[in-house]
């Protein structure tokens, strides 16, 4: 399976921006890919996903905010956060995952994941 090694996180003011990048040992061309968080103390939960048509789908609270792009030539995903809010602190993680008939369904293959903090 594909190695995941996501980068990018950081410190940042509230209304800031970050772009996390992920980048796949290999070719991610097959994989539906996403974008997971989990703060302290709270479950892992979905931030963004996008199948291998490009169709993303998005968490409620970051829609507006947050855009999920891929590059297979790259063999990387992205995601660029913008207003930046405390409550968006987490560890971010990309996710190599299944894509069944268009939606994507997470595997067991993740990044080390990436720190976000947004504070003043």
């Known amino acids: 399976q594909v190695q995941l090694e996501e980068s990018g996180g950081g410190l940042v003011q509230p209304g800031g921006s970050l772009n996390l990048s992920c980048v796949g040992s290999?070719?991610?061309?097959?994989?539906?890919m996403g974008w997971h968080r989990q703060a302290p103390g709270k479950e892992r939960e979905l931030v963004a996903d996008i199948n291998t048509m490009n169709i993303k789908k998005y968490a409620d609270s970051v829609k507006g905010r947050f855009t999920i792009s891929r590059d297979n030539a790259k063999n990387t995903v992205y995601l660029q956060m913008n207003s930046l809010q405390p409550e968006d602190t987490a560890v971010y993680y990309c996710n190599a995952g299944y894509d069944y008939g268009g939606v994507v369904r997470p595997s067991s293959n993740w990044g080390q994941g990436t720190q976000v903090t947004v504070s003043s």
């Open positions: 290999g070719s991610i061309k097959i994989y539906g």
